[in-house]
């Protein structure tokens, strides 16, 4: 029903910036709610930012995320990366409120891979 498309991954070194766009497309109509997450091999998939100022701890500082509902666009600005940030990074959607658990979102992006080199 909502199709979800990432883009701006790539290859950093530490320290640096990068960012990611994500596209939605098909049925967008009504309210809903969209998040990045990312999962590091080995760990978890992980939630990241949503926009309203929704950060997990390891990335407040140093990540801005931000929504265009008139392009049905979310973007995640990345400065002073890390190699622990080192994952594919996925948009997510959702009907409802924002939450932090990957288990609550219904769509999912392709995922972009971000690799931060010391």
């Known amino acids: 029903q909502v199709q979800l498309r990432e883009s701006g991954g790539g290859l950093v070194q530490a320290g640096g910036s990068l960012r990611l766009s994500c596209a939605a497309s098909?049925?967008?109509?009504?309210?809903?709610?969209m998040a990045w997450f990312r999962q590091a091999p080995g760990k978890e998939r992980e939630f990241v930012a949503a926009?309203?100022?929704y950060y997990s701890d390891s990335v407040k500082a140093r990540f801005s995320v931000s929504r265009d509902n008139a392009q049905n666009a979310m973007y995640l600005q990345m400065n002073s990366l890390k190699p622990e940030d080192t994952a594919v990074y996925y948009c997510?959607?959702?009907?409802?409120?924002?939450?932090?658990?990957?288990?609550?979102?219904?769509?999912w992006g392709q995922g972009t891979q971000v690799t931060v080199s010391s």
């Open positions: 098909g049925r967008t109509f009504g309210s809903y709610t």
């Open positions: 926009p309203g100022a």
């Open positions: 997510a959607a959702r009907f409802g409120v924002v939450t932090t658990t990957r288990y609550d979102y219904a769509y």
